[in-house]
């Protein structure tokens, strides 16, 4: 995945959101999309899912034009939004049979593959209640299914971890990372630097919608002076000024 040059004003706003913003993402990596609140990390993501036109720009997944290619590019990603995007009055089986047959799966597809990532995300037992009286971790987790059923190659979340509990957090990421095993690559977004520091490969920090650092954890707590950790890195690049 490229991005070369991006750029994006909302209506009405003072200043832009995506500042002339490249970065990479390798296949087969976890690339962790770090930013403070605002940086611009939901706008990148929702370029690259299609739903946001840039100003100017491109973004390249797999050589397809995220702006112009997004109905080819759609059976290639799998998206998690920050928000629960599944109907709250349909229970987790009828939610994934719904938005496998848009992605047009047979029948038998959806069933086994949804039932192994039900089964593999904790949520078999709950399978048949309706996601409206889910708990945050469960929504999260279904949200995750629901982004996979058509196997996508790029798997990308948006804070996929935020607000859920300790072991609903270590479930998944123990999933991210066997996913990530069997060849996918993954783009997540996340405040947590502990978290970001441990699961990803890669890492890119973006503020006020530029790129600040690159590299791998571990290469830029070695770069980084007087810095022992990522969020210490984290903190050195975007300063510690409030992003209210
Ligand atoms: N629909 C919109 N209309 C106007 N401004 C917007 C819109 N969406 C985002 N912005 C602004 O664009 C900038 C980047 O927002 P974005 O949501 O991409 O940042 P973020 O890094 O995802 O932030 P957070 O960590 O808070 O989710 C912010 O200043 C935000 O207020």
Known sequence: MEINNLKKQYKGSWTPALDGLSLRVNAGKVTGLLGPNGAGKSTTINILCGLIVPDSGTAFINGKNCIKDTVSLRGHIGVVPQQVALFQNLTAWENFRYIGRLYGLPETSIND?????????????????????????????????????????????????????????????????????????????????????????????????????????????????????????FLHYTGHSLRD
């Open 113 to 233: 593959h949804a039932g192994h990532l039900l089964q593999r995300l904790g949520l078999e037992k709950h399978a048949d209640k309706r996601v409206g009286r889910y708990s945050g971790g469960m929504r999260r987790r279904a949200n995750i299914i629901a982004s996979l059923l058509h196997e996508p190659e790029l798997l990308i979340l948006d804070e996929p971890t935020a607000g859920v509990d300790v072991q609903s957090r270590a479930l998944i990421l123990e999933f991210l990372e066997e996913y990530n095993r069997s060849g996918k690559t993954i783009l997540y977004t996340s405040h947590l630097m502990d978290e970001a520091q441990k699961i990803c490969d890669e890492v890119v920090i973006i503020d006020e919608g530029k790129l600040v650092m690159e590299g791998t954890p571990d290469e830029l707590i070695r770069q980084t002076p007087d810095c022992r950790n990522l969020e210490e890195v």
